[in-house]
């Protein structure tokens, strides 16, 4: 079964904002409220910065946002600085007992 | 606050079980919450293994599930993994998590993973 699919790289530069895709289908991201992002820095553990779509975790600042529109979810990172410079991946549930990663996206700060 | 820790033997012979620990420090894993593992390929990205709760029920990814076996030590406060047959593709970081699961739609649906383990390299070689 594929991966929920990311754009390889994405990037912006200081200060601006970027937009990261999760496609899906109709019985992943399409169905479930549950998608969630991570950020990953290199040789680091994974850390949840949305859940649910587009709740925040405390501590995660409000330059993440998350939404979802159809089978395709997006994190948007406003007014970017140089420690968002990462992977990132999103995750769904796919069926009542799966659940997938997207591919990851690599987010460079220019 | 919640840490997760991953101990194991950083090599596997192929064909063999590799087996891996997850000690929970800052929370009572009989309290409740599932509980988690994820792997990462060197280079690539996150794949679900699978997830346990304290009371037994369980939720393993498909593709893995014939080689998988998780088990919840409460008494030790810690989870544990077994994967069975391993080869080079089995080759990567596993992780340990907190999961989060949410009752809907008939089944406990995953919610999210919070927090994560610092994660530990499995190499399956000869």
């Known amino acids: 079964q594929s991966a929920l699919t990311q754009p390889p790289s994405a990037s912006g530069s200081l200060g601006q904002s970027v937009t990261i895709s999760c496609s899906g289908t109709s019985s992943d991201v399409g169905y479930y409220k549950y998608v969630s992002w991570y950020q990953q820095h290199p040789g680091k553990a994974p850390k949840l910065i949305i859940y649910?779509?587009?709740r925040r975790p405390s501590g995660v600042p409000d330059r993440f946002s998350g939404s979802k529109s159809g089978n395709t979810a997006t994190l948007t990172v406003s007014g970017l600085q140089v420690e968002d410079e990462a992977e990132y991946y999103c995750?769904?549930?796919?069926?009542?007992?799966?659940?997938?990663f997207g591919g990851g996206t690599k987010l460079t700060v220019l | 606050q919640v840490q997760l820790q991953e101990s194991g033997p950083g090599l596997a012979r192929p064909s063999e079980t590799l087996s891996l620990t997850c000690m929970v420090s800052?929370?009572?894993?009989?309290?409740?919450?599932?509980w988690g593992w994820i792997r990462q390929p060197p280079g690539e990205g996150l794949e679900w293994i699978g997830s346990?709760?304290?009371?037994?029920?369980?939720y393993y990814n498909p593709s893995l599930k014939s080689r998988v076996t998780m088990s919840v030590d409460t008494f030790n406060n810690h989870f544990s993994l077994k994967l069975s047959s391993v080869t080079a593709a089995d080759t990567a970081v596993y992780f340990c998590?907190?999961?989060?699961?949410?009752?809907?739609?008939?089944?406990?649906?995953?919610?999210?993973?919070?927090?994560w383990g610092q994660g530990t390299l499995v190499t399956v070689s000869s």
């Open positions: 995750s769904s549930n796919v069926g009542t007992n799966n659940l997938m």
């Open positions: 998590a907190r999961e989060w699961r949410h009752y809907d739609s008939g089944a406990y649906l995953h919610g999210r993973f919070d927090p």
């Open positions: 649910e779509v587009n």
């Open positions: 346990l709760h304290q009371s037994g029920n369980s």
């Open positions: 800052g929370y009572s894993i009989s309290s409740g919450y599932y």
